[in-house]
């Protein structure tokens, strides 16, 4: 199965509004409300950033707040900050006991 | 605190085998599903397996079902990666990754990573 389709990077200025989004099919991302947001920095883990599409983990800024429209999925980040350029992946169920990442998108803070 | 670190990171050669280890701490181990994930170099994030909390079920990428194998060792709380048939392209740092019960397949926790590396 194919991995989620995320544009490849975005960017912003300081104090900004991101938005990246994250594009499946019925079979995936439209058909169940299991999507996560995971933020890696360089050399890092992946970190959990957004869960079950809307639900913000304890200790992540309310910067970081996720939706979903049909077949696509949205992570918002608002009023960017230097430390929130990282690469940011969405992650789905895909049915079938079967999970699929996105390709993963750079975040720039211009 | 909560930890996952993992273990077995090595180089080999095609064809080869290897075994990940992931040693868990901090929660009730037996409680969460538990998942592997890698990432090859300079590339993004692929699910690879996931294992129930009990050992009951186990799912897989087809990009290595019928060559690898989860497991885990609830007393020991740990879980495994057996690779078999190993190929170039399955070069790649190999996290593993906690699920919560009920928490809608969310990985909220996650090991610093073994490489390894399958080279001729």
């Known amino acids: 199965q194919s991995a989620l389709t995320q544009p490849p990077s975005a960017s912003g200025s300081p104090g900004q509004s991101v938005t990246i989004s994250c594009t499946g099919a019925?079979?995936?991302?439209?058909?169940?409300?299991?999507v996560s947001w995971y933020q890696q920095h360089p050399g890092q883990a992946p970190k959990l950033m957004i869960s079950?599409?809307?639900k913000r983990p304890s200790g992540v800024p309310d910067r970081f707040s996720g939706s979903k429209s049909g077949n696509t999925a949205s992570l918002t980040v608002s009023g960017l900050q230097a430390e929130d350029e990282a690469y940011y992946y969405c992650f789905s169920y895909a049915g079938n006991n079967n999970l699929l990442f996105g390709g993963g998108t750079k975040l720039t803070v211009l | 605190q909560v930890q996952l670190v993992e273990s077995g990171g090595t180089v080999v050669q095609p064809g080869s085998s290897v075994r990940l280890s992931c040693a868990a701490s901090g929660f009730t181990f037996r409680t969460h599903a538990m998942h592997w994930v890698r990432q090859a170099p300079g590339k993004g994030l692929e699910w690879v397996a996931v294992i129930w909390y009990d050992g009951s079920e186990k799912y897989y990428a087809d990009s290595v079902k019928g060559r690898f194998t989860i497991s885990r060792d609830n007393p020991k709380n740990t879980v495994y990666l057996q690779m078999s048939s190993l190929r170039v392209e399955d070069t790649a740092v190999y996290y593993c990754?906690?699920?919560?019960?009920?928490?809608?397949?969310?990985?909220?926790?996650w090991g610093q990573g073994a490489l390894v590396t399958v080279s001729p």
């Open positions: 079950e599409v809307t």
């Open positions: 990754a906690r699920d919560p019960p009920a928490s809608g397949w969310t990985l909220d926790c």
């Open positions: 019925t079979s995936d991302i439209g058909g169940y409300n299991y």
